[in-house]
């Protein structure tokens, strides 16, 4: 399941991933996280939601608040086959969609990276 996840967050524009708290897949994008894999078992999943999805989640059985996270509305389902497979793919992309919206335009992904420019010459026009 582990890897189906993955697979899930990595189509993901701008997705990156990285191992933290020991045995914690992290998945981000523009430095935040959107969804954490617990790579022991039972394989955990955690993510961002709205308050409404939240409250709706957690009156679920095998959902709960996410541990040191539940105030910023992050839900973790307890055992990776508590929900259906499209129905977790389309809570990870709409955690990705929250946490892209949260990121400054510069940080989202296929935001314009563009430096300083140069002034332009203009030529002097001639007169008649």
Known sequence: MIEVIRRMCRALPGSTEDVKWGADLVFSVGGK??????LDPPHTVAFKCTPDTFAELVERDGIIP???????????????DVLERRELQELIKASYELVVAGLPKSKRPGAAR?????????KPKKRK
Request: glycine letters at 4%; aromatic letters at 10%; proline letters at 10%.
């Open 33 to 38: 996280m959107f969804t954490v894999v617990c």
């Open 66 to 80: 996410a541990p040191y996270l539940a105030r910023a509305m992050w839900v973790q389902e307890r055992a990776a």
């Open 114 to 122: 563009t430096g300083p420019t140069k002034p332009t010459k203009s």
